[in-house]
């Protein structure tokens, strides 16, 4: 398969884009990793008039000490995040996740932005976005603006950002010392797009759960936090009672997708399944 024709750009700075992106609006896509652009321009999924490159914008590849976060490039590649020494310290729920991330190669080329702006609904990096609650800066013509996750994803591939506007930084808060975590995920072979996937972030103070924070994958169109399942298990003794009653709350919170991978219904018993165990492995 072959693409359709397209022009090609390949600014080196964000300026540049952001004036590229201001002339030719809704007809350009950004070109990161190319992990999901290429192939959906190679099925004639995706048709754009023009490509702008961004891989020879060398200040968007960065991973910086923020004070109470981390600052990452959207450019940085996965692989680069995988073996950052800041990020295994500072934030070991999205170390673990990434890895789930595709194979070697696709970590290798992929970056971190790519996979937040594309905003699939099986990907494991949006949903570590969630469960951290971090942000994103953003250019445009407008200037530059921060975005919270919860307003990001709005919904299956589509974001809060503008036709004229390119995401720049991420910025995940440092997980608290003694933090707990576990990521679960279910797909048909390793590598493969998750079918479901959580992940927990939890604190627990005298055998209490004093925090607790849920997101998914794979399940609904697109990456959310499960507060109904947080609070089904907040300032409750954190035992196998209290665990599959948030378990419980965190099936019935979801919006399953139903499709050619799973039903809506094993959708639903995978999230039950799944966030059961990440409780109880981040408790353990």
Known sequence: MKPAAFDYRAPTTVDEVVALLGRHGGEARLLAGGQTLVPMMNFRLAAP???????????????????????????????????????????????????????????????????????????????????????????????????????????????????????????????????????EEFSRRHGDFAIAAVTVILEISDGVCASVRIATAGVSACSRRLVSAEEALHGRAVDAASIAVAADAAAAAIEPLDDRNASADYRRHLTRVLTRRALQRAAA
Request: proline content about 4%; overall charge negative.
């Open 49 to 183: 008039a023009i490509v702008i490159d961004l891989n020879r914008v060398p200040e968007l590849a960065y991973i910086e000490d923020g004070g109470d976060v981390v600052r990452i490039g959207a450019m940085t590649r996965q692989r680069a995040v995988e073996f950052s020494p800041m990020v295994a310290r500072d934030l070991p729920v999205l170390r673990a996740a990434i890895r789930m991330v595709g194979h070697l190669p696709t970590r290798s080329r992929g970056t971190i932005g790519g996979s937040i702006a594309n905003a699939d609904a099986a990907a494991e990096i949006p949903m570590v976005l969630q469960a951290l609650g971090g942000e994103v800066s953003a250019r445009g013509s407008h200037g530059e603006r921060r975005i919270a996750a919860a307003d990001l994803i709005e919904d299956a591939m589509t974001t809060s950002l503008a036709e004229d506007e390119v995401l720049t930084e991420i910025r995940f808060p440092k997980m608290a010392k003694g933090a707990r975590f576990a990521v």
